[in-house]
């Protein structure tokens, strides 16, 4: 079955750009119905949903982020990525990639959740 | 902003029945989707498009919508449901799910 893995540095400077890969595994991430998303959880805190994007590269970003973040898509190494650049305390979480199910058709889109997660990785903002 | 209103805790004892409860203006228009994360774990889908529940998930999880507010029902509850619960859906512009609320922890006693 597919299998997502996250991976990046768990260090990153205030200032800075945080970088994170989302590796897939057991499947294509070409496969149409599927976006592809990084969610975000504060130590001891909720989800929060950074953004998300298709293999054909549209993206979606959550507004409060949008301004910095920037999700892209390498279909021959199966893998999508995160950047999150200009980065403060606030950002230190453990980082999510996750697969969601999904489609447009006919000028509607249709959502069915997120149903593959990675397991998440720490992300420490701290000099 | 868009928010999602969950309690912060609901208590119940084995056997019997958790209802966690989400509100939000947009909600009688958009679907809901439910995830229960377990401590050190990422979530799981446990409930889509409002009332859907995913292959996998036990029959005892269900969740209804009514006006503002949808709710998850974990019917028998047992200890291994102790988790946090989180409700997602989208907000009036779109469609696409992007907002979380707050969490719920169930406690089992």
């Known amino acids: 079955q597919v299998q997502l893995q996250e991976s990046g540095p768990g260090l990153v400077k205030p200032s800075q750009t945080l970088s994170l890969t989302c590796t897939v595994s057991g499947g294509s991430i070409s496969s149409g119905g599927y976006y592809w998303s990084w969610i975000r959880q504060h130590p001891g805190k909720g989800l929060e949903w950074i953004g998300y994007i298709y293999y054909s590269g549209s993206t979606y970003y959550n507004p409060s982020l949008k301004s910095r973040v920037t999700i892209s898509v390498d279909t021959s190494k199966n893998q999508f990525s995160l950047k999150l650049s200009s980065v403060t305390a606030a950002d230190t979480a453990v980082y999510y990639c996750a697969r969601g199910v999904g489609y447009c058709s006919g000028g509607s889109c249709y959502y069915y959740g997120m149903d593959v997660w990675g397991q998440g990785t720490t992300v420490t903002v701290s000099s | 902003s868009y928010e999602l209103t969950q309690p912060p805790s609901v208590s119940v004892s084995p056997g019997q029945t958790a209802r966690i409860t989400c509100s939000g203006d947009?909600?009688?228009?958009?679907?809901a989707y439910w995830y229960q994360q377990k401590p050190g774990q990422a979530p799981v889908l446990v409930i889509y498009?409002?009332?859907e529940r995913p292959s996998g998930i036990p029959e005892r999880f269900s969740g209804s919508s009514s006006g503002t507010t949808v709710t998850l029902t974990i019917s028998g509850v047992q200890a291994e449901d102790e988790a946090d619960y989180y409700c997602?859906?989208?907000?009036?512009?779109?469609?696409?799910?992007?907002?979380f609320g707050g969490g719920t922890k169930l406690t089992v006693l």
């Open positions: 947009a909600l009688p228009k958009q679907y």
């Open positions: 498009k409002d009332s």
């Open positions: 997602q859906s989208a907000d009036s512009s779109g469609t696409f799910p992007w907002v």
